[in-house]
């Protein structure tokens, strides 16, 4: 086999996730990052977006069109918000390219739920029903063979590994889930707003869109599709004043019985193959993933409930970890590549 | 009536909620704080021990014995750590000094249960199975009266404000109910710890005592109590990075029909006239209530469930400024004094 | 004498020194709070501009002219931005109210120097170049009889408290003097911002404004007006993921031989009588004086340099405090009304 | 050339300096760590004293002698405190391993300066006067041929890489100079003491050690050695609410005329091979170096001064990331391995 780099192009490079994306790629002995996308006209060189690339990295973020990228790239990392990802990226694959799409356009698979939660019908609707949800420790096969991968939500990432083999394996009911998560600020993204400006949400600590967030219908979407059952969740977010992690606090009613013991085998048994769950008997930090594209995972037996606890660095498996992991199962490299 | 200044003493000065009473107390215009207490033998000057009161307060730490204190004080507040506060609290009693005791010894009304969750037989079983329990809100009936009083657990007083009225009410089950709850780190107090080290709690997010913590058996009693039904609570405590604050996200299954806005008018009118208690139809957030007594609750409406939210200040209302509430209430002097 | 309740306004109340300045003038006994003003049409209550107050304080933000605020007011606080603040403050005096101005407009006396540093020339000229600069404790004579106080800035609070005792009586010399200042992220404003995102200043530590900050004319203008010699500070300032306070380590070469001991014996005698600075021999930390109007200073002779090292709550002594102590003077209230 | 993997110990494997080292490790091509070493007795995994390395490393900690080291280790870290260091390293080096100490043991080359600061001799004096000073960018020289290499203290780096080019190309005179620095709390070590503890140091920010740091010696004889001057530095630290980072800002007198733009083009030409200083012209900040090997630096003209501004992460260019540097130096490998 001839060695052959990959030529990647990152959509709308100037928030968080792309930054991360960039660290990652900069590293991945396979790729060659060669274009940066943004709307601004006046070509920024990356170092003057993410001072971090001074001297690392010699690109500048352009406005460019499909045709432009298709010459230069491969493949793309779309970190567009939703709705101006799903504008664009059909015309990325009529081009030719492989896409993961970090934005929300391609998660859900039925247009209601997503005109429902999103408010507003979906521009792509035939492709968004069949596109593969790209969480590989629960769907792998398909994301080999898909030009175009939906990478999973932050929160999604966390509450659903730890859920999903309970609900298979039917130690928990599929009604009455709890889902307390709590998020750094990262997760809100780099544009300016009150809400996250730093004396706003330091030393502060709330719950934001409680009933109303859109990673809701996702976990239901994942824990049914996995599990063959129709799930329910009580999805609460939390805003936590650090930078990145999320722990995902998990309460499920017991389906029947068994011990603590029993379902921490089961998870251990569930994930032993997998290079990025690691299930451990204590109780995990968001600290103790940071940096990195492990999910730790934990269960508890209290009184007369299941709990699980997990944690992932939100902007590495819970986003450009996580959609370099599709990216390596999409081409054929070793899953691991440049995540460990 | 003749204008008496309460001559005031805290047992255990060297800590977090130590320092926060003085705050309290050196603005309260009936008191006069005459005697610090500390194990030490080197008499350190408080502005060595809490160096905010530079030039504000000219007292030493002492290591005062129950006769010592007496001839000072007409009231003292105890700081000191579970057990040793039961050690020397029937002394102080003795003596003939009122006592407000923010210790855990006293909360518990059960010495089963005492026993069960502290790992020991309770020194002083008699006295704490009828001492009141300082949350006026709820048990305001009584404390005027007492010699002694318990003053609450931070985590028991948010989460027992936004739960009680809805159980009393029969607008949610007594079983099933969730408490995942967030504290900031003085909580831990001021022993130094690796856990509580900058390094290891700064920029992570981690759950700790699941299924073991204290405070669960305080929260079952007093929701049991105020509303005659048998109460079983999950409560799982979390660190937050950040000084101070909780937040409690509670989950409850309804037991009759009742929308959002009727959960918050039995609230509001449930606290009403309670000077410290702020129901909001708006999320709230630790920031806040930072630095005040206010415990700020909301309820919500989300599937199949009841949510309350509460924050507090765990070291004000939920404790320190709970101390000085249920002292003044004890001395006749306005519920609110040096608290607004 | 007819106890006569101040009726006050606050301009531009939208921010973190309106928010520091309404939580001490809801306290003050001799002040009404009556109106709130700000650009926006829509009459916000102040509980959705700053959630502390929800059933604290009962009233709406509102755009209001001159004369409508003479109607209603005494005294106005102004909050808004530099230029602003100048080309409104002229009509409200011209209508009878005295006014503290928290904005930079009137601190310069000088029109030169305002226009090189603030890139226009000043819209009141002749006002500015008699305005009283109210930083009590070296310009207390005046502030009394003043209709307009010019509230100093926060930098130039804590690095002329400490130096200045030192100029005058010519232990320091007047050239060569640096002053390496941090500060809290509130210090910056509420307006969101990229750079004060929680994200970017979180976990960062950064200078910014080296050598063209506009605070550095301003401590050259009170150290040659309080030492009568031409002084010259090279002025750092740098941002603390903190919220609140400012650090300023000083530094200057000796102009006469002096012991540490001798030094700071003349800066406690120097403040003997000053409520709200408070000499120490230790180092002063930002947290001991958070939440308070107190200015903690030490110095120390290092090698061939003197050093200064004080603290100050850069909302507090540094901007809203110092302004309610200004106030107090300009209507004869004892200095430490509502500040301690 | 027969590809030999390195086998690699860590003395005192239990703090935050080691964690980072293995970090790096564990990713190093040319490296098996077999060995961690405690004085705890119970042989802990290393997932549970840091749990960072869950499923990642499977070592235990082990208290071992320096021939139970040697079996197993060509070349050991050390990771001990002063003093600790220099009491087992000579075994070390005579049992053939060589050595990189984090440790200040043997930075200083002068017997009598290093009992001057650290208040005892020097229990291997001899060694001392002749231990290569590991600052590749300033002493690489002699670093591949050594057995011992002194890595250097976070603070010296940041400073010492800012000011050397300007003072050996006489551009600044060597008295006079002040270094303002600013650490994150990870600097301070693992072991819980009240200074360090999260409601201490979060939320303030606070000078320590004025005038008696042990790195102000060791930046005076790094600066020294390199210029051929005698250099007299103030150095005064300061602690920053963050875990990692290190922000030196400089104050030199200049000592012949330049502008910015020359200094600025001095510092780029010196530093234009080295892969980990990056002059750049924008200002530094910490998080922009946050977790690289990197040393970011810029130079300003203000006034009669000519100010330098690093950065560094304390616990990577400041000490593991170096120590790997020196490291890769002494076998030969590329200096960046494992490094970028």
Request: some cysteine; overall charge negative; aromatic content about 6%.
């Amino acid at each position: 086999m001839i060695a052959m780099t990959v030529r990647v192009g990152i959509l709308g490079a100037t928030g968080y996730t792309a930054l991360e994306l960039l660290k990652i790629l900069v590293h991945h002995p396979e790729v060659e990052v060669t274009s940066l996308t943004t709307r601004q006209e006046d070509r920024p060189h990356v170092s003057s977006v993410h001072p971090q690339f001074h001297k690392v990295l010699d690109l500048h973020l352009e406005n460019l069109g499909p045709s432009e990228l298709a010459e230069r790239c491969d493949c793309v990392f779309g970190c567009l918000p939703h709705a101006a990802s799903a504008s664009v990226i059909p015309e990325m694959l009529e081009a030719g390219m492989k896409v993961v799409d970090l934005s929300a356009d391609y998660r859900l698979n039925d247009p209601a739920v997503y005109a429902q939660w999103y408010g507003a019908d979906h521009p792509d609707a035939e492709r968004m029903k069949t596109t593969i949800y790209g969480l590989p420790e629960l769907f792998r096969e398909g994301i080999a063979e898909a030009q175009l991968v939906a990478n999973p939500g932050c929160y999604p990432t966390g509450v659903s590994l730890s859920l999903a083999p309970l609900l298979k394996n039917g130690f928990i009911r599929p009604d009455g889930i709890i889902a307390d998560c709590k998020s750094g600020v990262s997760g809100a993204g780099r544009t300016p707003k009150l809400g996250t400006l730093y004396p706003e949400c330091n030393e502060s600590f709330a719950a934001y869109g409680v009933g109303t967030h859109r990673h809701m219908p996702e976990i239901e979407q994942n824990l049914s599709v996995y599990s063959g059952k129709a799930v329910s969740v009580i999805f609460t977010p939390h805003l936590v004043p650090m930078d990145r992690g999320i722990l995902s606090t998990c309460y499920a009613i017991p389906d029947k019985d068994a011990s603590e013991k029993e379902l921490l085998a089961l998870l251990e048994e569930t994930y032993a193959n997998e290079p990025f769950v690691r299930v451990r008997s204590d109780l995990p930090a968001t600290k103790h993933v940071a940096g990195t594209n492990f999910c730790d995972i934990t269960v508890r037996r209290v009184k007369d409930r299941v709990l699980t606890i997990s944690c992932i660095d939100n902007l590495i498996k819970g986003a450009s970890g996580a959609a370099v992991q599709n990216f390596n199962l999409m081409y054929g490299f070793a899953e691991t590549t440049a995540l460990l």
